[in-house]
């Protein structure tokens, strides 16, 4: 009997994911402002810099989520690719500022904003488990940022999702790291990493 490797797994996964997360998009527009809501500012370790992203496709808006972590205090930095095998770098910016594409095309802050390094993060995603695993978009781009940032300090990651992405359990990979995490418009899912 021939097991498909976690990469293959995740490959097969991905597709059927992303199509779930487009209908999902299209059903739930203010998927978005209900995550917000669920939100546990007061449960979450401190954060003075919050790292996100600006909605890409169908993926889950996360500015709701990014608003009520300002209004806690906190400054916003988004993610921006500067080549296509290094870590993400953050600089200032809301999903509401304007955005200049970035080395991968996607939009975010200019060249000339502060650079940050997020205390807290929130990542998007293609599908989750509840013991923290994450499917991303397959390039590896959070993957290594997260890799990069926990080398640096600890980082609180939280995984925005739609509920209807999350699966049993995700093929796991060496280089995959867990979710602190996850937020949906549903409600909030502390990840227990004690659990393997």
Known sequence: MVHASPA???LALRAEMRARRRAL???QPQAGEQAAHHLPLDELPPFAVVGGYVRHGAEINPAAVLARFR???????????VAADAPLVFRAGTPETEHVADAAGVRGPP???????????????VAFDRE??????G???FDRTLAALDAQKPVFA????????????????EHDRRLDAILTEKGYIAVDKDVE
């Open 111 to 125: 060249q000339h904003a502060e650079a940050m390094v997020p205390d807290l993060l929130i990542v998007p995603l």
């Open 132 to 137: 923290g695993g994450r499917l991303g978009q």
């Open 8 to 10: 293959s797994a995740k």
């Open 25 to 27: 998009a299209a059903e």
């Open 158 to 173: 939280i995984g925005l999702a739609y509920a209807g992405q999350e699966v049993a359990r995700l093929p796991r990979e």
């Open 71 to 81: 209004e806690a205090g906190a400054r916003i930095a988004l993610p921006v690719t």
């Open 139 to 141: 390039g590896g781009h």
